[in-house]
């Protein structure tokens, strides 16, 4: 009687395992898919979209922090490197963080980096070249997302920032291989 169900269960386990394998392997990238649909319904590809202070009532993301000022570029890099410029905000903690298709954090830079200087970087592929005066990131993905966060220390400060960050681009170097 035992025998009669050891291959079924056998089988059954051997399902959900490889189930709970894919879900794991899958879901940084359906994440990530529709964090960047998302975002790039709200501005253009290669280009950096920068949002309003957050309140309850546009909250671009789940649970962002009142006090920073966020600003996002959806990159794409199968027709070249992207390469980002964050202006500095003098006197304010400030960071770039670049992520891939797979939710991964590629890179960060923030104004302890650069000591106050601008964060360039170049986000490419194996066998890209950065241009000069900008630092490499290598990417195994054609897509990601750079995120800037800039902090607050009171709501009134956003016009003087939202100039500065203005500044920051993100931008494609078409045919650059």
């Known amino acids: 009687m035992m025998r009669r169900w050891l291959f079924p269960v ?26 960047l649909q998302k975002i790039a319904a709200r501005g253009a ?56 298709a797979r939710t991964d954090v590629a890179a960060v830079r923030s104004d302890r980096d650069t000591s106050g200087k601008a964060a360039r970087l170049a986000l490419m592929k194996e066998g890209q070249k950065a241009p000069a005066g900008y630092d490499p990131v290598l990417l195994h993905y054609d897509r990601g997302l750079a995120l800037i966060r800039i902090l607050l220390a009171n709501p009134q ?16 170097i078409i045919g650059s291989n």
């Open 45 to 100: 590809v290669n280009q950096f979209a920068f949002s309003p202070m957050s309140t309850a009532d546009n909250q671009p993301i789940v649970r962002p922090s009142p006090d920073l000022s966020y600003s996002t570029c959806v990159f794409d890099l199968s027709k070249g490197p992207v390469v980002v410029d964050v202006e500095p905000v003098p006197g304010r903690y400030w960071s770039v963080s670049i992520f891939d």
């Open 10 to 35: 056998v089988v059954g386990c051997l399902v959900a395992l490889g189930a709970y394998q894919v879900t794991l392997l899958a879901t940084p990238y359906a994440l990530m898919y529709a964090a």
């Open 157 to 172: 400060e956003f016009p003087a920032i939202d100039a500065i960050r203005r500044k920051s681009t993100c931008k494609q």
